[in-house]
C-alpha cells in the first residue's frame, strides 16, 4: 500500500487549466482516469487527509503509486479524451457499465448495392442504419414479417443471392410477394434502394405519409372496381397498423428521445435506456455496474451517456436526451452531444406530463434490473470466492489465487505442434490475455517437452521486462509501455496449472527452477481421475467431486484445451492449404491471388511463360522466374478419387474445377482422408 504523499505533485506543478489525468499503480498499469475543469484544483482532492476521503477513493489512492495528467484547451475535449482513455487501458477503479445482455438491432445494410435487412448483434458497421435495440430476435422477425408485404425488401444472405442469381430463380420470398426479387432483376438496384429507404423512414417513425398513401391508393382502386388490388392495399395498411401496435405510443408529440433513469445502492447502479423514435418506444437496453468510486446519481449518468454515444454519430444521438439527474458538467455534455448529433441537443430533467410519467417507468425498470442482477450476483460472487479459497486451503498456497494461468498441449499426431495460455482473474477469463505459441525448439511429439519450453519462453519474457525496466536492482516496476497498455508477458500468475499429470508439472516446475523463480505456484489437473498433481509429491491432491475449486479448475483446463485445439486446427487448415506458390521468397496473398486471377488456375499458371507471368501487374521478371522454378519443382497434385465409385475425377479440361483463388483447398484424395481424420491431442 502506497503512500499518497510519496508521489503527490509538488505546489504549483500543476496547472489551473482543463485536462484529464491518471493514477497508475507501481506495475505501471492505469488504475483510474479522470477530467477536470481545472486539474490543479481536482487533484489537490486526492492529497488530503486520508481519513477524509471516501473509502473507495481511499483505496484508489493507496493503490496508486503515480500521477499524470494531460492539458486540454476545452472542456469538450477532456471528455472526449476522458472517454477515449477508459475505453482504452480499462481502469480498475473506473466505472465501467456492463451490459447485461447482447442486444439485438434490425439493420438495413445500406452500403450493400442491394441492401438487406437482419438481425445483427455487436459492433455497429459503417454504412449500416440501425433500428432498436431489440429485447428478441424474434420480435425483428415479426416486426420484419408484417412489413415485407409493404416493403418487400431482400432478406437473403450473400450466398443465397449469389445462387438465385445464377440460376435464374428466385427464392421462396421471392414468389410468395414478400421479396422484390433484385436477384432475377425484377426490380432495378435503384427501384430496390429506394423500397429500402423506404422502409427505414417507417422504422424512423415516419409511419403516417406511408398510411394515408396507401389508403388514397386504395380509395382510387375502388373506384376504378380494380377490387383485388383494393384487397391487397387494405392488407398492407392492416399489417403496417399491426406492426405500429407493437410499440406502442408513449408521447404524442413524436418525440425522438432517449430517456436514462438510475436504481443505485451503495455497491453498485443499474442504468436502464428507452429509446423513442416518432413517441415510440423502439428499442431498450439495461446496463449494470459496480460503484468503485466515489460517484453521485450526476456521474453516473454522464458515465453512461459517454458509453452509449461516444461511437454514435448523427441521428443515431436523438434530439432531446431526459434524464434523473444532470451531470456536473452539464453545459459541457449538451455541448459534446451536440457536436457528436451535428445540430442541438437538449439534455434535461423532465419535470412534468408524459415524459416524467415515462421516466418513472424507465426508473422502474431500472429498480428491478437491479434486484435481478444483485440477485444473480450474489450467487456469481460467493461461489467464485468459495472456489478460490478451496484451491488455495488444497495448494497450501499463502493466499487465493486471483490470477491463474493455465497451459496445454495440442498436436496433430506429432505434427502442427502448438501451446496455448489462458489466464483467469478473480475466478473470471481474462480473454485479453489469452496468448498462444508454436513449439519450435524441436518436431515431433513430447508434451513433457513441449510444456518445459513453453514454460520456459513465458517466464524468461516475464523476466527479461523486469530486468530491462530494472525492477530487480532499484526496484522501479515497469509492467505496462509507456501508454499504459500492458505488455505482453509483463503480469505474474499466483499459480500455473498445466492440463496433465506428474510429468507435465515437473517439466513446469524445473522451468521455473532454472529461470530462478520460486514464488509461483505450480500444479497439474490430469484429466482420467481429475486429480490434482503437485510437484515432487507422488501422491495426488483429490478434490470432492462437489468442490468449487475442482470445478474451477476444470473450467481453466478446459478453457486451455479450447483455445489450444482452435489454434492447432488454424495451422493445419494452413497446412492444407498450402501450394507451391508459398515457397517462393517475398510473393504474399495479394499477388498469389493476383496470379491465379489472371490465368484462372495453379495448373494454367505452370504452363505459362516468365514474359507471359510477368504481365501481371507486380510480378517482375526476378520474381516471375523464381514462380517459375517453384512450380516446376513441384510435382503436380494427385488426382482427386471419388471415393464411393473409385473413378478418378478429370481435371479442370475435362469439365472438373480445378482450386482456385476461391476454393482454396485442395481436393480430399483417398490417402489424405484418414489425416485429417486424426485426434486432436
Given at each position: 500500500m502506497a503512500d499518497p504523499s510519496s508521489y503527490r505533485p509538488k505546489p504549483g506543478q500543476i496547472p489551473d487549466s482543463p485536462g484529464v489525468y491518471k493514477f497508475r499503480d507501481e506495475h505501471r498499469r492505469v488504475i483510474y482516469v479522470g477530467k477536470a475543469k481545472s486539474l490543479r484544483q481536482r487533484l489537490a482532492n486526492y492529497f488530503q487527509d486520508l481519513a477524509g476521503l471516501h473509502p473507495r477513493t481511499r483505496t484508489m489512492v493507496t493503490t496508486a503509486a503515480s500521477v499524470e495528467w494531460t492539458v486540454v484547451s476545452t472542456e469538450v475535449e477532456a471528455l472526449q479524451l476522458e472517454y477515449s482513455w477508459i475505453k482504452e487501458f480499462d481502469p480498475r477503479f473506473n466505472v465501467k457499465?456492463?451490459?447485461?445482455?447482447?442486444?439485438?438491432?434490425?439493420?438495413?445494410?445500406?452500403?450493400?448495392e442491394f441492401p438487406r435487412v437482419q438481425v445483427m448483434r455487436g459492433h455497429k458497421r459503417k454504412g449500416v442504419r440501425y433500428f432498436g435495440p431489440y429485447g428478441h430476435a424474434w420480435a425483428i422477425r415479426d416486426t420484419v414479417d408484417l412489413l415485407l408485404r409493404v416493403f418487400p425488401v431482400r432478406t437473403c444472405s450473400a450466398g443465397v443471392f449469389k445462387n438465385a442469381v445464377?440460376?435464374?430463380?428466385?427464392?421462396?420470398?421471392?414468389?410468395?410477394?414478400?421479396?422484390?426479387?433484385?436477384?432475377?432483376?425484377?426490380?432495378?438496384?435503384?427501384?430496390?434502394?429506394?423500397?429500402?429507404?423506404?422502409?427505414?423512414?417507417?422504422?424512423?417513425?415516419?409511419?403516417?405519409?406511408?398510411?394515408?398513401?396507401?389508403?388514397?391508393?386504395?380509395?382510387?382502386?375502388?373506384?376504378e372496381m380494380e377490387y383485388e388490388r383494393a384487397g391487397r392495399l387494405r392488407d398492407d395498411i392492416e399489417a403496417l397498423k399491426k406492426a405500429?401496435?407493437?410499440?406502442?405510443?408513449?408521447?404524442?408529440?413524436?418525440?425522438?428521445?432517449?430517456?436514462?433513469?438510475?436504481?443505485?445502492?451503495?455497491?453498485?447502479?443499474?442504468?436502464?435506456?428507452?429509446?423513442?423514435?416518432?413517441?415510440?418506444?423502439?428499442?431498450?437496453?439495461?446496463?449494470?455496474?459496480?460503484?468503485?468510486?466515489?460517484?453521485?446519481?450526476?456521474?453516473?449518468v454522464e458515465h453512461a451517456l459517454q458509453q452509449l454515444y461516444g461511437e454514435e454519430t448523427g441521428d443515431s444521438v436523438p434530439k432531446e436526451v431526459l434524464v434523473p439527474a444532470l451531470p456536473e458538467l452539464a453545459e459541457t455534455v449538451q455541448e459534446w452531444l451536440t457536436e457528436r448529433r451535428g445540430s442541438n441537443v437538449s439534455l434535461r430533467i423532465p419535470q412534468r406530463g408524459d415524459k416524467k410519467a415515462l421516466m418513472e417507468t424507465v426508473r422502474r425498470n431500472a429498480q428491478q434490473s437491479l434486484v435481478l442482477h444483485k440477485t444473480k450476483r450474489a450467487s456469481d460472487l460467493t461461489t467464485r470466492s468459495r472456489a478460490l479459497e478451496e484451491i488455495a486451503e488444497a495448494l497450501e498456497l499463502d493466499s487465493a489465487p486471483l490470477r491463474i494461468e493455465c497451459y496445454d498441449i495440442s498436436h496433430l499426431q506429432g505434427d502442427d505442434v502448438v501451446a496455448s495460455m489462458v489466464v483467469f482473474e478473480d475466478g473470471l477469463q481474462r480473454k485479453s490475455e489469452y496468448r498462444r505459441f508454436q513449439i519450435k525448439g524441436f518436431e515431433g511429439q513430447d508434451d513433457v517437452r513441449s510444456m518445459h519450453e513453453v514454460i520456459t519462453r513465458r517466464f524468461r519474457r516475464y523476466i527479461a521486462e523486469k530486468e530491462k525496466t530494472?525492477?530487480?536492482?532499484?526496484?522501479?516496476?515497469?509492467?505496462?509501455?509507456?501508454?499504459?497498455?500492458?505488455?505482453?508477458?509483463?503480469?505474474?500468475?499466483?499459480?500455473?496449472?498445466?492440463?496433465?499429470?506428474?510429468p507435465q508439472v515437473a517439466a513446469a516446475k524445473k522451468a521455473l527452477d532454472e529461470l530462478g523463480i520460486d514464488d509461483i505456484a505450480v500444479c497439474g489437473l490430469a484429466k482420467r481421475l481429475e486429480e490434482v498433481w503437485l510437484p515432487d509429491d507422488d501422491n495426488p491432491v483429490v478434490l470432492p467431486r462437489t468442490s468449487e475449486g475442482l470445478y474451477l479448475l476444470q473450467r481453466v483446463r478446459d478453457e486451455a484445451h479450447r483455445f489450444a485445439i482452435t489454434y492447432q486446427r488454424v495451422k493445419r487448415a494452413k497446412r492444407f492449404r498450402s501450394g507451391p506458390l508459398d515457397d517462393v521468397p517475398g510473393l504474399g496473398e495479394t499477388r498469389k491471388q493476383a496470379l491465379i486471377k489472371h490465368f484462372g488456375s495453379v495448373k494454367k499458371l505452370r504452363s505459362a511463360t516468365i514474359d507471359q507471368i510477368c504481365e501481371v501487374p507486380g510480378i517482375g521478371r526476378k520474381t516471375a522466374e523464381?514462380?517459375?522454378?517453384?512450380?516446376?519443382?513441384?510435382?503436380?497434385?494427385?488426382?482427386?478419387?471419388?471415393?464411393?465409385?473409385?473413378?478418378?475425377?478429370?481435371?479442370?479440361?475435362?469439365?472438373?474445377?480445378?482450386?482456385?483463388?476461391?476454393?482454396?483447398?485442395?481436393?480430399?484424395?483417398?490417402?489424405?482422408?484418414?489425416?485429417?481424420?486424426?485426434?486432436?491431442?
Amino acid at each position: 500500500m502506497a503512500d499518497p504523499s510519496s508521489y503527490r505533485p509538488k505546489p504549483g506543478q500543476i496547472p489551473d487549466s482543463p485536462g484529464v489525468y491518471k493514477f497508475r499503480d507501481e506495475h505501471r498499469r492505469v488504475i483510474y482516469v479522470g477530467k477536470a475543469k481545472s486539474l490543479r484544483q481536482r487533484l489537490a482532492n486526492y492529497f488530503q487527509d486520508l481519513a477524509g476521503l471516501h473509502p473507495r477513493t481511499r483505496t484508489m489512492v493507496t493503490t496508486a503509486a503515480s500521477v499524470e495528467w494531460t492539458v486540454v484547451s476545452t472542456e469538450v475535449e477532456a471528455l472526449q479524451l476522458e472517454y477515449s482513455w477508459i475505453k482504452e487501458f480499462d481502469p480498475r477503479f473506473n466505472v465501467k457499465y456492463r451490459d447485461d445482455k447482447s442486444y439485438p438491432y434490425l439493420a438495413v445494410t445500406m452500403n450493400e448495392e442491394f441492401p438487406r435487412v437482419q438481425v445483427m448483434r455487436g459492433h455497429k458497421r459503417k454504412g449500416v442504419r440501425y433500428f432498436g435495440p431489440y429485447g428478441h430476435a424474434w420480435a425483428i422477425r415479426d416486426t420484419v414479417d408484417l412489413l415485407l408485404r409493404v416493403f418487400p425488401v431482400r432478406t437473403c444472405s450473400a450466398g443465397v443471392f449469389k445462387n438465385a442469381v445464377r440460376t435464374g430463380r428466385p427464392c421462396l420470398l421471392g414468389y410468395i410477394g414478400k421479396c422484390s426479387a433484385p436477384c432475377v432483376e425484377r426490380v432495378s438496384a435503384d427501384e430496390h434502394r429506394d423500397l429500402a429507404e423506404e422502409f427505414c423512414d417507417f422504422m424512423a417513425g415516419r409511419t403516417g405519409t406511408y398510411i394515408r398513401r396507401l389508403e388514397k391508393q386504395m380509395t382510387d382502386a375502388a373506384e376504378e372496381m380494380e377490387y383485388e388490388r383494393a384487397g391487397r392495399l387494405r392488407d398492407d395498411i392492416e399489417a403496417l397498423k399491426k406492426a405500429m401496435e407493437k410499440s406502442a405510443v408513449v408521447l404524442a408529440d413524436a418525440t425522438d428521445a432517449d430517456l436514462i433513469a438510475v436504481a443505485e445502492d451503495e455497491l453498485e447502479a443499474a442504468v436502464q435506456i428507452f429509446h423513442v423514435r416518432g413517441g415510440r418506444v423502439r428499442g431498450q437496453r439495461g446496463w449494470v455496474t459496480d460503484k468503485v468510486e466515489a460517484v453521485t446519481t450526476g456521474d453516473l449518468v454522464e458515465h453512461a451517456l459517454q458509453q452509449l454515444y461516444g461511437e454514435e454519430t448523427g441521428d443515431s444521438v436523438p434530439k432531446e436526451v431526459l434524464v434523473p439527474a444532470l451531470p456536473e458538467l452539464a453545459e459541457t455534455v449538451q455541448e459534446w452531444l451536440t457536436e457528436r448529433r451535428g445540430s442541438n441537443v437538449s439534455l434535461r430533467i423532465p419535470q412534468r406530463g408524459d415524459k416524467k410519467a415515462l421516466m418513472e417507468t424507465v426508473r422502474r425498470n431500472a429498480q428491478q434490473s437491479l434486484v435481478l442482477h444483485k440477485t444473480k450476483r450474489a450467487s456469481d460472487l460467493t461461489t467464485r470466492s468459495r472456489a478460490l479459497e478451496e484451491i488455495a486451503e488444497a495448494l497450501e498456497l499463502d493466499s487465493a489465487p486471483l490470477r491463474i494461468e493455465c497451459y496445454d498441449i495440442s498436436h496433430l499426431q506429432g505434427d502442427d505442434v502448438v501451446a496455448s495460455m489462458v489466464v483467469f482473474e478473480d475466478g473470471l477469463q481474462r480473454k485479453s490475455e489469452y496468448r498462444r505459441f508454436q513449439i519450435k525448439g524441436f518436431e515431433g511429439q513430447d508434451d513433457v517437452r513441449s510444456m518445459h519450453e513453453v514454460i520456459t519462453r513465458r517466464f524468461r519474457r516475464y523476466i527479461a521486462e523486469k530486468e530491462k525496466t530494472g525492477e530487480w536492482t532499484d526496484g522501479e516496476n515497469a509492467l505496462t509501455e509507456d501508454d499504459g497498455r500492458p505488455k505482453r508477458f509483463a503480469y505474474p500468475p499466483q499459480l500455473v496449472v498445466v492440463d496433465g499429470g506428474q510429468p507435465q508439472v515437473a517439466a513446469a516446475k524445473k522451468a521455473l527452477d532454472e529461470l530462478g523463480i520460486d514464488d509461483i505456484a505450480v500444479c497439474g489437473l490430469a484429466k482420467r481421475l481429475e486429480e490434482v498433481w503437485l510437484p515432487d509429491d507422488d501422491n495426488p491432491v483429490v478434490l470432492p467431486r462437489t468442490s468449487e475449486g475442482l470445478y474451477l479448475l476444470q473450467r481453466v483446463r478446459d478453457e486451455a484445451h479450447r483455445f489450444a485445439i482452435t489454434y492447432q486446427r488454424v495451422k493445419r487448415a494452413k497446412r492444407f492449404r498450402s501450394g507451391p506458390l508459398d515457397d517462393v521468397p517475398g510473393l504474399g496473398e495479394t499477388r498469389k491471388q493476383a496470379l491465379i486471377k489472371h490465368f484462372g488456375s495453379v495448373k494454367k499458371l505452370r504452363s505459362a511463360t516468365i514474359d507471359q507471368i510477368c504481365e501481371v501487374p507486380g510480378i517482375g521478371r526476378k520474381t516471375a522466374e523464381m514462380i517459375a522454378v517453384a512450380l516446376a519443382q513441384a510435382a503436380p497434385a494427385a488426382p482427386a478419387v471419388n471415393t464411393a465409385t473409385g473413378e478418378i475425377m478429370e481435371d479442370e479440361e475435362d469439365g472438373a474445377p480445378e482450386t482456385t483463388a476461391d476454393s482454396p483447398e485442395e481436393p480430399v484424395t483417398a490417402g489424405a482422408s484418414g489425416k485429417r481424420r486424426g485426434q486432436e491431442t
